[in-house]
Nanobody, 117 residues
Framework: VQLQASGGGLVQAGGSLRLSCANS????????MGWYRQAPDMPRVLVAI???????DYADSVKGRFTISRDNAKESVDLEMTGLKSDDTAVYYC????????????WGQGTQVTVSS
């Protein structure tokens, strides 16, 4: 399994970006896929996540502005980000999880999103 993230960059406040992530390695059926982010000197936190049935969970700070989508067949997950704020500046990591014993977590390499005010 190798998750490859792309789509980060520099954008002005109020702008939009779309992040994409796909598994470029061995085929794998993730139970959940999503995005976390980590700002400098801060812990990594959940942004949005979706299970294989389409159920979603968003951080309160991004509700109404970010939309997660997923293609189970392609083992990919996207994050559409609108109304970006300077507080959204962080490295964004895609993740895939297989539930069970043991639980398996996979992470992409991270993509930088910088929002200028």
């Amino acid at each position: 399994v190798q998750l490859q993230a792309s789509g980060g960059g520099l954008v002005q406040a109020g702008g939009s970006l779309r992040l994409s992530c796909a598994n470029s390695g061995t085929a794998f059926k993730f139970d959940t896929m999503g995005w976390y982010r980590q700002a400098p000197d801060m812990p990594r936190v959940l942004v949005a996540i979706m299970d294989s049935s389409g159920n979603t969970d968003y951080a309160d700070s991004v509700k109404g502005r970010f939309t997660i989508s997923r293609d189970n067949a392609k083992e990919s997950v996207d994050l559409e980000m609108t109304g970006l704020k300077s507080d959204d500046t962080a490295v964004y990591y895609c993740t895939g999880r297989k539930l069970g014993f043991p639980r398996l977590d996979y992470w992409g390499q991270g993509t930088q999103v910088t929002v200028s005010s």
